[in-house]
């Protein structure tokens, strides 16, 4: 479909319902987690809540929000990064999950530890340590310290609290993430994580880690309350980063996933047309639900002509990313390679993204510009 082809393709394929767990999504739009840092203080405010109640009203099925973090002194870096715990963060978050509900959109929180990247004396926590599970930087250069049993077992306890939390005050599903080098995802990674214990080693030990936070999310929860898990093979500032090189490895890692109880999984990539390995055409998603038989969320520069590097690292572009037709996307989601797509700078600059690409007025999309991180619109 072009700009200004087949809206009637493209209304058939993305406006269908999905429903997983008990969560139906009104079509296959999401909108993906970008982290804003308009929380001061770490609580979501009336824009904030404005912010994603507009999306919803834009006609996107299933808001999953920027990172959140769990309650744990080394979980964060700013303090304008919402938190989900605390009665006035969680009141916030409240509120948000009442506004998008009123707009007609599904919402899931996305929450998060950063693990080393962390900077020492960052707040909202200055006097916590960087923890890592190795000492390791993304960079191979020590940092902070590596996690004891005892703080592996708390961060455990927190995100469980947090995947509860989400459930008690209305939250559709919640999103575990896995992903971009973040704690999760440092002991998945087998250049930052070298521990010599259960959680390191092979894959099976490498997952561990994760697999007991599902595990610990899913018992915290109800049953039909779904839990996505976002990963990712390349790593922040490390884009060519792969965690596996084969089908063979990535199902290694998948399964144990899968059998510890993720819903749906949330593959992160940079551009979703790219194949993840050689002699296939299928990207991260479509691998992913291969492999497992889990419901799959694709995203990676959708409806762009540019992916995020040139948009949002200085030197290394314009900027700029005009509106790009999604033909290649329609094909792919009709042949059900995924479930579910994620859209991100697109809806940084046009809430109404979705409405007007499900009722075929294209030739309105607003471009990207990187201004637009300045604001909140």
């Avoid at 700009?3 to 209304?11: D, F, T």
């Avoid at 999306?55 to 973090?69: C, F, K, P, Q, S």
Wanted: net charge negative; glycine share 10%.
């Amino acid at each position: 479909m072009s700009i200004n082809g087949s809206a009637e393709r493209a209304a058939q394929v993305l406006s269908r319902p999905f429903t997983v767990g008990g969560m139906t999504v009104p079509n296959r739009i999401a909108m993906a987690p970008m982290t804003r840092m308009f929380s001061p203080g770490g609580v979501p405010n009336d824009d904030v809540v404005a912010y994603y109640a507009r999306r919803a009203a834009g006609g996107v099925g299933l808001i999953i929000t920027e990172g959140t973090y769990i309650e744990h002194p080394s979980a964060g870096l700013s303090d304008s990064v919402p938190r989900f715990y605390g009665e006035d963060a969680l009141a916030g978050w409240g509120e948000v999950v009442r506004q998008v509900h009123l707009a007609g959109g599904r919402i899931a929180p996305q929450i998060w530890h950063v693990g080393v990247s962390r900077q020492e004396g960052a707040p909202p926590h200055p006097e916590a340590p960087v923890l890592s599970p190795s000492g390791i930087g993304l960079d191979g250069e020590p940092v902070g310290r590596a996690m004891t049993q005892d703080d592996v077992d708390a961060v455990i306890a927190a995100f469980a609290e947090a995947a509860a939390n989400a459930e008690r005050i209305g939250f559709d599903g919640v999103e575990l993430h896995g992903a971009h080098g973040y704690l999760i995802d440092q002991f998945l990674w087998s250049a930052t994580n070298r521990r010599g214990d259960a959680y390191g080693g092979d894959p099976a030990s490498r997952v561990r880690f994760a697999t007991e936070i599902v595990a610990a999310c899913r018992k915290a929860v109800s049953a039909e309350f779904p839990i996505i898990f976002r990963m990712s093979q390349w790593k922040q500032d490390h884009y060519d980063a792969r965690m596996a090189e084969t089908p063979q490895e990535l199902e290694a890692l998948l399964t144990p996933l899968v059998e510890a109880g993720v819903d749906v999984f949330h593959s992160s990539t940079r551009r979703y047309w790219t194949p993840e390995f050689e002699g296939s055409e299928l990207n991260l998603a479509g691998w992913t639900k291969k492999l497992t038989g889990k419901s799959t969320i694709t995203v990676g520069s959708v409806g762009l002509d540019q992916d995020f590097l040139p948009t949002f690292v200085p030197g290394t572009g314009s900027g700029q990313a005009q509106a790009a037709d999604i033909e290649n996307l329609l094909d792919r989601l009709e042949r059900d390679e995924f479930d579910l797509v994620a859209i991100g700078r697109a809806l940084l600059a046009d809430p109404e993204w979705a409405a007007k690409v499900l009722g075929g007025r294209t030739a309105e999309l607003v471009p990207y510009s990187p201004e637009l991180l300045g604001t909140l619109h």
